[in-house]
T-cell receptor, first 112, second 113 residues
Framework: GENVEQHPSTLSVQEGDSAVIKCTYS??????FPWYKQELGKGPQLIID???NVGEKKDQRIAVTLNKTAKHFSLHITETQPEDSAVYFC???????????WGAGTKLIIKP | DAGVTQSPTHLIKTRGQQVTLRCSPK?????VSWYQQALGQGPQFIFQ???????QRGNFPDRFSGHQFPNYSSELNVNALLLGDSALYLC????????????FGPGTRLLVL
């Protein structure tokens, strides 16, 4: 069945450095790719998303890139801050009603 | 503008019991999806409700059922609870069934003993 692989499972970076999280999807028909941030005890919060007709999208310190040919997409966070510490999930849509298939998550740790 | 709300926040049940979880979508949204998130894993899609009908369903047994009310709020029911049903249950709403962006509530933490 369809799946999304996410790497790394844990990422530790120095405050101020950049962080990159990568995902690969299996369904070539997927056309919507959101990224969510989940803090302890809370529900996932949408931080950025990209559609298949766009190769890159940026919102302040956060950017997402999509390579449809290789079926992978990445989250880039620049100038990391302590409040960026959380678990980040990628997801890919399947089906006509945008059912989401999720990666296993990346725990991002920002070291002071 | 109220976001997605869920109740209760926490719940403890024993095996074999039944549970009902509730969700109110974000203002203006008419589509609700339910997800199960086991500890340390990504959410898994259970089903989606739109116009008071189940529109899509993930790989979950019939013990999981739902309902959507005319005001777009929704319930998730789980019968004959198993230990493995212990998880965070998340509700997400979207503007319509064909709108990609989903907004999540804080979840209901269910513990089955």
């Amino acid at each position: 069945g369809e799946n999304v692989e996410q790497h790394p499972s844990t990422l530790s970076v120095q405050e101020g450095d950049s962080a990159v999280i990568k995902c690969t999807y299996s369904d070539s028909a997927s056309n919507y790719f959101p990224w969510y941030k989940q803090e302890l005890g809370k529900g996932p919060q949408l931080i950025i998303d990209i559609r298949s007709n766009v190769g890159e999208k940026k919102d302040q310190r956060i950017a997402v890139t999509l390579n449809k040919t290789a079926k992978h997409f990445s989250l880039h966070i620049t100038e990391t801050q302590p409040e960026d510490s959380a678990v980040y999930f990628c997801a890919a849509s399947i089906g006509s009603n945008y059912q989401l298939i999720w990666g296993a998550g990346t725990k991002l740790i920002i070291k002071p | 503008d109220a976001g997605v709300t869920q109740s209760p926040t926490h719940l403890i049940k024993t095996r074999g019991q039944q549970v009902t979880l509730r969700c109110s979508p974000k203002s203006g949204h008419d589509t609700v999806s339910w997800y199960q998130q086991a500890l340390g894993q990504g959410p898994q899609f259970i089903f989606q409700y739109y116009e008071e009908e189940e529109r899509q369903r993930g790989n979950f047994p019939d013990r999981f059922s739902g309902h959507q009310f005319p005001n777009y709020s929704s319930e998730l029911n789980v019968n004959a609870l198993l230990l493995g049903d212990s998880a965070l249950y998340l509700c997400a709403s979207s503007l319509t069934a064909r709108q990609e962006t989903q907004y999540f509530g804080p979840g209901t933490r269910l513990l089955v003993l």
